[in-house]
């Protein structure tokens, strides 16, 4: 039996399209390509292979993501995971918001940002500096986009120098986008245990 995760939580949900991903044993050339599958590499993710029915769009996509989340200099792993868990938190993506929320914990060898965030939303008691970062992440991810002047200066004002707040900037766009793309392609869900019989 599944069930939709409808609540924030670290642990992270399967994730159920309303498409078909694409069949690597079906894959075309350039899907394959797309996917950069090798025989080495071929655990790709439901998602992923959703995607692939849009080849243009993910050869795209992934090298994106990549540099936005991992090329090294400017805004830590740590807070560009935080950046990613505040637009998913305002866009309630429930699966998202567990991989980012999860991989910031483990980042941080800390438990209590996320926690925090998890139990009080907006209203979080949080360092200035992940106030800032969370609050402008949010503002940034609504429809259409709140954040402005004022929150670059608030950045500022915690430390943050332009090539992390230029980080951060593409985290939340990124991840405004990514919601939104999730919850039209499918649904967070978890296996639920099949109820054990009671001998009479």
């Known amino acids: 039996m599944t069930r939709i995760v409808h609540k924030f939580t670290r642990r992270v949900p399967d994730w159920q399209p309303r498409v078909k991903p694409?069949?690597?044993?079906?894959?075309?050339?350039?899907?394959?390509?797309?996917?950069k599958v090798t025989p080495s590499n071929t655990k790709v993710s439901a998602y992923v292979l959703t995607l692939a029915h849009d080849v243009e769009s993910l050869s795209v996509r992934s090298p994106l993501f990549n540099a936005i989340m991992y090329d090294k200099g400017g805004m830590s792993r740590e807070e560009r995971e935080l950046g990613a868990l505040g637009a998913s938190m305002v866009n309630r993506c429930i699966y998202c918001a567990a991989v980012h929320a999860d991989r910031h914990a483990k980042l941080a060898k800390d438990e209590s940002v996320t926690d925090e965030?998890?139990?009080?939303?907006?209203?979080?008691?949080?360092?200035?500096?992940?106030?800032?970062?969370?609050?402008?992440?949010?503002k940034s991810a609504e429809a259409p986009p709140a954040s402005d002047q004022q929150d670059i200066e608030a950045l500022r004002q915690v430390g943050l120098d332009d090539a992390e707040i230029f980080d951060l900037i593409l985290s939340s766009a990124l991840f405004g986008w990514a919601n939104r793309l999730m919850h039209v392609l499918g649904d967070p869900v978890r296996q639920e245990p099949a109820p054990q019989k009671v001998s009479a």
Not at 22 to 35: I, K, R, S
Not at 122 to 137: E, M
């Open 117 to 138: 965030l998890f139990a009080n939303g907006a209203n979080a008691k949080l360092s200035p500096r992940n106030r800032a970062i969370f609050d402008f992440a949010r």
């Open 22 to 35: 694409v069949d690597l044993a079906e894959a075309t050339p350039a899907q394959l390509d797309a996917l």
